[in-house]
């Protein structure tokens, strides 16, 4: 669950430079440019059945905004969701090494307390890789993401192009 939510997350997050992309482009229709329509654009005249840009510039501003909060309310939700799963294992996994350290030295003294403190630092750490996993797929994901959209834009601008 919380690998979908971050996954969510990421495409939400990603959606934000096209549907900013297709303001501009709507934008420059709107001042007399003849420009390539984007497939945003496209979607929100086919939803709204209008051709007029000032009604598909304010759908697409309607889309970015909501998208925005759907966004922020994702990663609220991800944040929570794994600091509330990170609370969990720690407890477990102290209430686990607390009750063989018990086993072992049989009645709870000072003894017990300097272990279970020890310990509790690599927990923590066991518990930060959850979140630095998630942090790192999604990251290389939106790396991905980010190439694929300045590739698109710039192709034909780049040393790699055939014309000239």
Not at 93 to 105: D, V
Not at 117 to 135: E, K, L, R
Request: hydrophobic share 50%.
């Amino acid at each position: 669950m919380i690998a979908i939510l971050k996954l969510v997350s990421t495409i939400s997050s990603c959606l934000s430079p096209l549907l900013l992309d297709a303001l501009t482009v709507n934008f420059s229709w709107t001042v007399g440019k003849e420009t390539e329509q984007t497939l945003v654009s496209q979607a929100a005249a086919w939803m709204l059945g209008s051709s007029d840009p000032k009604l598909i510039g304010l759908a697409i501003s309607l889309m970015l905004v909501a998208n925005l909060a759907f966004g922020m309310f994702l990663e609220t939700e991800y944040s929570w969701k794994i600091n509330k799963l990170c609370s969990q294992v720690k407890i477990c996994m102290q209430a686990f090494i607390y009750s063989k350290i018990l086993k072992l030295h049989g009645a709870p003294d000072k003894d017990v307390a300097n272990p279970l403190n020890a310990i509790g630092g690599d927990i923590d750490s066991m518990t930060g890789f959850v979140i630095s996993f998630h942090q790192t797929w999604s990251s290389v994901l939106r790396l991905l993401y980010a190439l694929v959209m300045l590739w698109t834009r710039v192709k034909n601008y780049s040393i790699f192009s055939k014309t000239h």
